[in-house]
């Protein structure tokens, strides 16, 4: 497993996926690679080889790979921050999807919608408790 690999791991992991969980670890794996085809073209094709590699990226090799692709000569920093770039949007990706069963990381307040009483009263501790009336510009 290489650095990109274990970092994406950790927040799926953080945010409440169970990594002895094989299909929640496919689901991760699936979503993360869904995600790699929305990057930008350069993005996307830096962080899809350091991705998909098995070892701890060797960035002067990569970077020559790339420069043979691209038109324009790839530095090893530029190199570096696209896939700084890329491995931050997956992260993000991560995050907002939900994990751990149904309600994802267990927190039901935050994905369930604020309960309504017959007389059309929110219950939520925000709400001022009196009705509100349809069309009504607050």
């Given at each position: 497993?290489?650095?990109?690999?274990?970092?994406?791991?950790?927040?799926?992991?953080?945010?409440?996926?169970d990594?002895?969980?094989?299909?929640?670890?496919?689901?991760?794996?699936?979503?993360?690679?869904?995600?790699?085809?929305?990057?930008?073209?350069?993005?996307?094709?830096?962080?899809?080889?350091?991705?998909?590699?098995?070892?701890?990226?060797?960035?002067?090799?990569?970077?020559?790979?790339?420069?043979?692709?691209?038109?324009i000569?790839?530095?090893?920093?530029?190199?570096?921050?696209?896939?700084?770039?890329?491995?931050?949007?997956?992260?993000?990706?991560?995050?907002?999807?939900?994990w751990?069963?149904?309600?994802?990381?267990?927190?039901?307040?935050?994905?369930?919608?604020?309960?309504?009483?017959?007389?059309?009263?929110?219950?939520?501790?925000?709400?001022?408790?009196?009705?509100?009336?349809?069309?009504?510009?607050?």
């Amino acid at each position: 497993m290489n650095s990109i690999q274990r970092r994406l791991f950790r927040v799926f992991a953080e945010v409440g996926g169970d990594l002895t969980e094989d299909t929640e670890v496919d689901r991760f794996i699936r979503c993360v690679e869904g995600n790699l085809l929305l990057l930008p073209p350069k993005v996307r094709e830096a962080t899809e080889l350091l991705w998909r590699s098995k070892d701890s990226p060797d960035y002067a090799q990569l970077t020559a790979e790339l420069s043979r692709r691209d038109p324009i000569a790839v530095t090893a920093a530029t190199l570096r921050q696209r896939v700084s770039r890329g491995v931050r949007l997956l992260e993000n990706a991560v995050r907002r999807r939900p994990w751990g069963g149904l309600l994802g990381n267990g927190s039901a307040e935050r994905t369930a919608p604020a309960a309504r009483t017959a007389a059309g009263v929110s219950s939520h501790p925000a709400g001022s408790g009196a009705p509100r009336r349809r069309g009504a510009n607050t």
